[in-house]
């Protein structure tokens, strides 16, 4: 192909990568709103299931809104990933001899398996693992003691303290139930043990009151912001899709012989630095989620060169041959 000819292939592949882009982010919009239940549905059980109350917190009027936006086009650009890399291979493909388009062509669709492949690795492993332990450590940070000195009930002017007394309770009255009773009367009252909340049926709804433990005496609740915790999880979304094309970069930088496999084994401790340095920049400054993007990195890399060693010995089998 011409010069002129390239510009025009760039040119076509960029509008139809537009357009996706495009069409992927008015359908997310769509679906903005059970996607952001889905996103923050990770968040909600940990808390939960810690005993804190599961809900994330609006720092401003408009912060609703304005993620209901940021997660239609971050997730449509997300689900148009895929599409996106399909036109980079088909503006590459335009510029290879046929065996390189046949090879690009098997390897199009592994693309958009490893990046939907590294989006369920962190939807189902790594946020799991990397928000318990946060909330769990935040959790662990005890109450202190909060009973005042001698100086500080004076200067405070705070009351004796008491002993109150309970009168002896004869039976229990509050009925405690897993689920909520099919036809409540109006007035009923009962705690909910499965969501852990209080609940009383009312003419105008059902009203519901967060319990916690009495024994989770912690001086930090984990309190999320909405904005902050979409922005996190889809930006790792992202890193971690992209991440996870490192198999198909390994394989077509040795079939195109711009890096040997032996090579790229050589540099095996520079291409791990690397590796982690990368990590380092696409995740939060924590050490649990690095490790847990830089791991299958570094898996992934060596599968990708146990297959680039595979094929160049059978197109080395396939020139001796002929």
């Given at each position: ?37 889905f996103i923050m549905q990770p968040l909600l059980i940990v808390l939960h299931s810690l005993g804190q109350p599961p ?50 062509k098997t390897f199009i669709p592994l693309t958009a398996v490893l990046f939907g492949t590294g989006v369920a ?202």
């Open positions: 192909m011409s010069f002129g000819d390239h510009l025009e292939e760039l040119r076509r592949c960029l509008l139809r990568g537009l357009i996706g882009v495009a069409v992927a982010i008015v359908v997310a919009l769509f679906f903005a709103k059970d996607l952001l239940a809900s994330v917190i609006a720092l401003s009027p408009p912060e609703g809104f304005l993620v209901y936006l940021k997660v239609g086009f971050l997730s449509g650009l997300i689900v148009s990933m895929p599409w996106l890399l399909y036109q980079v291979w088909s503006f590459v493909a335009a510029g290879l001899y046929g065996h390189e388009q046949r090879f690009a690795f962190l939807y189902w492993v790594v946020l799991p693992v990397v928000l318990n332990f946060f909330v769990s450590f935040s959790s662990s940070l005890d109450m202190p003691e909060l009973s005042p000195t001698w100086l500080q009930s004076h200067v405070l002017s705070m009351p004796e303290p008491s002993n109150p007394t309970l009168p002896e309770m004869e039976e229990q009255r509050m009925p405690m139930c897993a689920e909520d009773p099919p036809d409540p009367c109006i007035g009923a009252v009962w705690i909910n043990t499965g969501a852990r909340e209080l609940r009383i049926n009312t003419p105008d709804g059902l009203l519901v009151a967060a319990l916690k433990p009495a024994a989770l005496k912690t001086a930090v609740t984990s309190q999320f912001s909405l904005q902050f915790y979409i922005s996190f999880v889809l930006s790792l979304a992202l890193a971690f899709g992209l991440a996870f094309e490192l198999p198909v970069i390994v394989v077509f930088l040795s079939l195109a012989n711009i890096v040997r496999a032996a090579q790229m084994a050589k540099a095996r401790k520079y291409v791990i630095f690397g590796i982690f340095v990368a990590a380092a920049m696409f995740t939060p400054p924590d050490v649990i989620s690095q490790i847990l993007l830089a791991v299958p990195m570094i898996a992934l890399f060596e599968g990708g060169l146990l297959v680039a060693r595979v094929l160049e010995v059978r197109r080395r089998d396939a020139t001796s041959s002929t």
